[in-house]
């Protein structure tokens, strides 16, 4: 069940971020890694 529930939501993200990039927009960053990288490399500059 909870492999369901971790998949389910996986899914709903990828047709989300999936429809975003087809009307031509950027899907907001979801991943924490990806997030707290781009975060530093903001904080840097």
Do not use: C, W
Not at 22 to 40: E, H, I, K, T, W
Request: aromatic share 8%; glycine share 4%.
């Amino acid at each position: 069940m909870v492999l369901h529930v971790v998949n389910h939501k996986i899914y709903h993200r990828g047709y989300i971020a999936d429809l975003l990039y087809q009307v031509g927009s950027r899907p907001p960053v979801m991943d924490l890694p990806v997030f707290l990288r781009d975060a530093s490399r903001e904080s840097q500059t």
